[in-house]
Structure formats: structure tokens, C-alpha cells
């Protein structure tokens, strides 16, 4: 059965920070770009930040310079950074994995998906 599986999330003041990691659970993903979205109640996903098979990187205007993507192939998993985190950060965090980073921000492309980490950045 293949499934991706989220932690890391948590509440946290704004300007904090926090690390998410995805793990792959039924299948190797080494040749699969591996993204991130968030989705806040009464809105659509978002897409957050994306890492190829090589390590190139993309990130959505509103996290650029705050948010750091990597992914580490001796642990098996991707991480993202969260820095200077504001409340409109605060949202149901997924990660997901296709084949190639084209299009990257449309979810619809993407195979397999995480059950999602809740994200809470509150005073």
C-alpha cells in the first residue's frame, strides 16, 4: 500500500519556526519530485514548495525566503522548514509525490498524498 506520512506540525507563535518531514511508506520515491500544499478552512490547496529528484528547488511567492525544502536520500524523506511564520501560515499541511516537477503547483497531478499535519501559528 503505498502512502505518504506527515509530521512535524504543531502551534506555534508567530515569527517561530518548524520543521516538517514526509516519509515514503510502500514505495521508493528517489526519481519522484516531492511537493508541499496547505489548506486553510474555507480555502482552496495551496501549493507551498516543490524538490525534484535532483534537488532543484521552487517555492510559492508567499513563502519564498521563509520556507526551506529538502530532501535527504540516506533518511528517505523530505522536509520542510518553516521560518518566521505568520498566522496566515496556519493550515492543514500535505505533502505529495509525482513523476517530474512539471507543473508542480497543480495538485490534480499528483499520485499519492499524505493524511496532512496540522499547522497553527497563534499568539
Known amino acids: 500500500q503505498v502512502q505518504l506520512v506527515e509530521s512535524g506540525g504543531g502551534l506555534v507563535q508567530p515569527g517561530g519556526s518548524l520543521r516538517l518531514s514526509c516519509v515514503p511508506s510502500?514505495?521508493?520515491?528517489?526519481?519522484?519530485?516531492v511537493s508541499w500544499f496547505r489548506q486553510a478552512p474555507g480555502s482552496e490547496r495551496e501549493a507551498v514548495s516543490c524538490v525534484g529528484s535532483r534537488g532543484t528547488t521552487y517555492y510559492a511567492d508567499s513563502v519564498q525566503g521563509r520556507f526551506h525544502i529538502s530532501r535527504d536520500f540516506a533518511e528517505n524523506a523530505v522536509y520542510l522548514e518553516m521560518n518566521s511564520l505568520k498566522p496566515e501560515d496556519t493550515a492543514v499541511y500535505y505533502c505529495a509525490a509525482k513523476a517530474g516537477t512539471k507543473n508542480w503547483q497543480m495538485s490534480e497531478l499528483y499520485d499519492n498524498w499524505g493524511q496532512g499535519t496540522q499547522v497553527t501559528v497563534s499568539s
Open positions: 510502500g514505495f521508493t520515491w528517489d526519481y519522484n519530485a
